[in-house]
């Protein structure tokens, strides 16, 4: 079983910056491909960002590419996505999502692969 806490979200301005960070329970971790996704009221849940087992993928939302940074530390079981130039529409509750397929080459987009999830941590940008 792996667990998954969410850290890191704020109020932030627009045009400012977060990191979130993502720290993971269990020895499995560093086989696992990672994501972020986000849900703002009223929408559905929707991929951000992606990474493979060792970092050598990273997936992108068009609408956060070049703004965002997904990376990984498997000595440290924790994955971090850096947002910089935030927006009021990048407003969100922001979750942490494994993927428990052991060194998959794929990072879905979809939300079903994704076995586990942390409880989110809120991200609120000003204009």
């Known amino acids: 079983q792996v667990q998954l806490v969410e850290s890191g979200g704020g109020l932030v301005q627009a045009g400012g910056s977060l990191r979130l960070s993502c720290g993971a329970s269990?020895?499995?971790?560093?086989?696992?491909?990672m994501a972020w996704f986000r849900q703002a009221p009223g929408k559905e849940r929707e991929f951000v960002a992606g990474?493979?087992?060792?970092?050598?993928?990273?997936y992108y939302a068009d609408s956060v590419k070049t703004r965002f940074t997904i990376s990984r530390d498997n000595a440290k079981n924790t994955v971090y996505l850096q947002m910089n130039s935030l927006k009021p529409e990048d407003t969100a509750v922001y979750y942490c999502?494994?993927?428990?397929?052991?060194?998959?080459?794929?990072?879905?987009?979809?939300?079903?692969?994704?076995?586990?999830w942390g409880q989110g941590t809120q991200v609120t940008v000003s204009s």
């Open positions: 990474i493979t087992w060792n970092g050598g993928s990273t």
């Open positions: 269990g020895r499995a971790f560093s086989s696992y491909a």
């Open positions: 999502a494994a993927d428990p397929r052991p060194r998959s080459s794929l990072v879905s987009r979809p939300p079903g692969p994704y076995v586990y």
